[in-house]
């Protein structure tokens, strides 16, 4: 029938949010109607049902850009607290394989399974399926991560000498994956990984060092060559406190406030998991918000920091379908009671979360 798919869009449910101040990137817009048809964020509001929000909050759901998926359980552990989208950052492929494009819990993008050296920590975690040995193993394994659904690479590098790939190895796996169109993640957690990192011209650098400035000619590099930087602060925290040097977390926080200087995006990731054995699990979801504080502490404005959780990683990763609020684009949204622009913690005040138009209990 030549109207069936009007029919079955009509059908669908439409819910006008009334009297709501939206984040429009920059600031909040006057109170003003969002319609959520579907699973998009619609232009039209006729025959919708009406909630009058009562002038609360509207912000696109929260992108976490460093997670570890555990199991197929995680991704409803995330939605509750706003974050709409995760992208992990290792994972068995066979797990997050269900988790891509869903409809009422976090959306899933995955590198699967990680590159990394031989002779480093994370080489003696994840075994030989994740090694390369050498340059010349880079188009195989490239491959091998596009064929089981990679959305991006993850290339785990230390500094030379520690137990990363090579630098030959580095540069043959980025070349091989922009040849696929690929984006290359790069964890580097010290000054000479993040060197490595922009010799071998990766697009995305996570991780921040701890008690070590990076040298300004690296961050003149990294603002220069457009790179990106996802710095994990959560975790580093965590990580300088398990290993008994709080103190040396100022550096990281001086690291990420010089990088966003410079004019680096910087993106919100907590690397968030359920690992057995790693010494920090930041909590899926609620992790978030502690990590938008810390980017606020670190120097970025509120503004910055919801931009470094919506916008910017779905611009940097590609994700054309979300990250702000607009028709057409999904409907991940936050509904919240108090104004994260005059204080960043109220992204806790979540009232209502909206997974591809369908309301998730926070
Ligand atoms: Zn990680």
């Known amino acids: 029938m030549l109207f069936g798919v009007t029919t079955s ?11 709501v101040r939206v984040f429009d990137g920059n600031a909040l817009t006057a109170p003003t109607t969002v319609v959520i048809d579907g699973t998009l964020i619609g232009a039209d509001d006729s025959g919708a049902e009406r909630i009058d929000t009562g002038g609360a909050i509207l912000l696109p759901g929260f992108i976490d850009a460093h997670v570890h998926i555990a199991d197929t359980e995680s991704p409803a552990r995330f939605t509750p607290f706003g974050v709409t989208t995760a992208l992990d950052m290792t994972c068995d492929p066979a797990i997050v394989a269900g988790l891509r494009h869903t409809v009422g819990t976090t959306d899933v993008r995955s590198a699967g399974l990680g ?82 990192a922009l010799d071998a011209g990766v697009d995305i650098i996570t991780h921040v060092p701890v008690g070590f400035p990076l040298p300004a000619h690296d961050i003149d590099r990294i603002a220069g060559e457009g790179r990106v930087v996802v ?90 379908d979300r990250g702000s609020i607009a028709p057409g684009l999904r409907a991940d949204l936050v509904l919240l ?26």
């Open 231 to 320: 710095p994990t602060l959560t975790m580093m925290e965590g990580m300088a406190a398990a290993n008994g040097f709080a103190d040396a977390f100022g550096a990281a926080l001086a690291n990420v406030g010089a990088l966003h200087a410079a004019g680096v995006p910087v993106l919100a990731g907590t690397d968030a998991n359920a690992s057995p054995g790693v010494p920090v699990n930041p909590a899926f979801g609620e992790s978030l918000h502690y990590e938008l504080e810390l980017l606020v502490r670190a120097g970025l404005s509120p503004v910055d920091a919801l931009n470094a959780a919506t916008a910017l990683p779905a611009r940097h990763f590609r994700l054309t």
């Open 115 to 196: 590159i990394v050296g031989a002779e480093g920590m994370h080489g003696k975690f994840l075994g030989e399926p994740a090694i390369i040995h050498g340059a010349e193993q880079a188009e195989a394994m490239v491959a091998q991560r596009l064929s089981t659904g990679s959305d991006y690479i993850k290339l785990v590098l230390e500094a030379p000498g520690e137990g990363g790939p090579d630098a030959a190895s580095a540069k043959a796996v980025v070349a091989e994956a922009h040849a696929r169109d690929l984006l290359v993640v790069a964890h580097a957690a010290s000054p000479g990984a993040y060197a490595m």
């Open 337 to 362: 009671e108090a104004d994260p622009l005059a204080d960043i913690t109220a992204t806790r005040s979540i009232r209502q979360v909206y997974s591809a138009g369908l309301p998730v209990a926070s």
């Open 9 to 19: 869009n009509t059908a669908a449910r439409r819910t006008a949010l009334d009297n």
